[in-house]
């Protein structure tokens, strides 16, 4: 990720920071990425590196492929110049990182629009696409972390019985599904009666729904939400925004994406695939010890 060429400014405050490689790969600087997001101090920024690396790690993906530490020069005054640590990182690991940043920051819900709901996918170091398998086992593990967050915050919102948290989610998924509620999503994707909605969205869908969930159990704690009618309104609301930031910036609705394969299959397969991969590194290991 060495010799930087900087890509001109556009529209959009993450494009104007995004830079390439001579070969064409795009990588963000952790340096300009805590400047755009308020970061005054960057040693706060560093703590959140090291959670997105961690994060990076239990998505089975290779750490070092999405964060690349290196030494530049920057200009302290006068013409001088002081050697600071930074980390260039890939689009993917700029989706982590957004992810565990601090959502009172203006800029972080914005990033979390940019990076989780734009279709394109992270590159890897060596340029190739994350493969949508693990994207999805990622953002699946995500979504049932904040769905719990989501859960307990609109309980103390007085959302309490099971029914009330039926028809509290119901508003989220109209405002994100352009009127369509969690029993219409149903019935459009044809899934079995057993069958869950979110264990069968693709990547893109999945980014979508976990960005409505995360910003909005993020404003009822926020604005310390004490009713149910509230919540409701409020989910809906942030289902609605982030309908509107997908058409922005020109993605397809989430009701128009494909029905994707069961999550279960897809978790089923990748740990076949890492046993699979482990046990030829052990024999590797043992031949090469002989």
Do not use: C
């Given at each position: 990720?060495?010799?930087q060429?900087?890509?001109?400014?556009?529209?959009?405050t993450?494009?104007s920071?995004?830079?390439?490689?001579e070969?064409?790969?795009e990588f963000?600087?952790?340096?300009?990425?805590a400047h755009?997001?308020g970061?005054?101090?960057?040693?706060?920024?560093?703590t959140v590196?090291?959670?997105a690396?961690t994060a990076c790690?239990?998505?089975?993906?290779?750490v070092e492929?999405h964060?690349?530490?290196?030494?530049?020069m920057?200009?302290?005054?006068k013409?001088g110049q002081?050697?600071?640590?930074?980390?260039?990182m890939?689009?993917?690991a700029c989706?982590l990182?957004?992810?565990?940043?601090?959502p009172?920051?203006?800029l972080?819900?914005?990033?979390q629009s940019?990076?989780a709901?734009?279709?394109?996918?992270?590159?890897?170091?060596?340029g190739?696409?994350?493969?949508e398998d693990?994207?999805?086992?990622h953002?699946?593990a995500?979504?049932?972390?904040h769905?719990?967050?989501?859960?307990?915050v609109?309980?103390?919102?007085?959302v309490?019985?099971?029914?009330?948290?039926a028809?509290f989610?119901d508003h989220?998924y109209r405002?994100?599904y352009?009127?369509?509620?969690m029993r219409?999503?149903?019935?459009?994707?044809r899934?079995?009666?057993?069958?869950?909605?979110l264990?069968?969205?693709?990547s893109?869908e999945?980014?979508?729904n976990?960005f409505?969930?995360?910003q909005?159990?993020?404003?009822?704690?926020?604005?310390?939400?004490?009713?149910?009618?509230a919540a409701?309104r409020i989910?809906?609301?942030?289902?609605r925004?982030?309908r509107?930031?997908?058409q922005?910036l020109g993605?397809?609705?989430p009701?128009?994406?494909?029905?994707?394969e069961?999550?279960k299959?897809v978790?089923?397969?990748?740990?076949k695939?890492?046993?699979?991969e482990?046990?030829?590194l052990?024999?590797?290991?043992?031949e090469g010890?002989?």
């Open positions: 990720m060495s010799d060429l900087p890509v001109p400014a556009g529209s959009s993450f494009e920071i995004k830079r390439v490689n070969s064409g790969a963000w600087s952790s340096r300009d990425f755009v997001l970061y005054t101090d960057y040693r706060n920024f560093e590196i090291e959670k690396k790690f239990n998505s089975a993906q290779r492929d964060f690349v530490g290196i030494t530049e920057i200009e302290i005054g013409g002081r050697a600071v640590e930074t980390v260039m890939s689009r993917y989706y990182v957004i992810q565990n940043a601090d009172s920051k203006p972080v819900a914005l990033g940019y990076f709901v734009q279709t394109r996918r992270a590159e890897l170091a060596g190739e696409a994350l493969k693990q994207m999805r086992l953002l699946r995500e979504m049932k972390t769905n719990k967050n989501l859960a307990g609109a309980r103390q919102s007085g309490i019985q099971p029914m009330e948290y028809i989610m989220g405002g994100l352009g009127g369509l509620g219409d999503i149903h019935q459009r994707k899934l079995g009666a057993k069958d869950q909605i264990d069968h969205m693709g893109t999945l980014a979508a976990l409505r969930a995360t909005t159990e993020d404003k009822l704690r926020r604005e310390n939400v004490r009713s149910k009618e409701n989910h809906g609301e942030v289902g925004k982030v509107q930031t997908i922005e993605g397809t609705m009701e128009h994406l494909p029905v994707a069961n999550i299959k978790e089923s397969r990748e740990k695939r890492l046993k699979a482990q046990k030829a052990f024999k590797n290991t043992t010890t002989a």
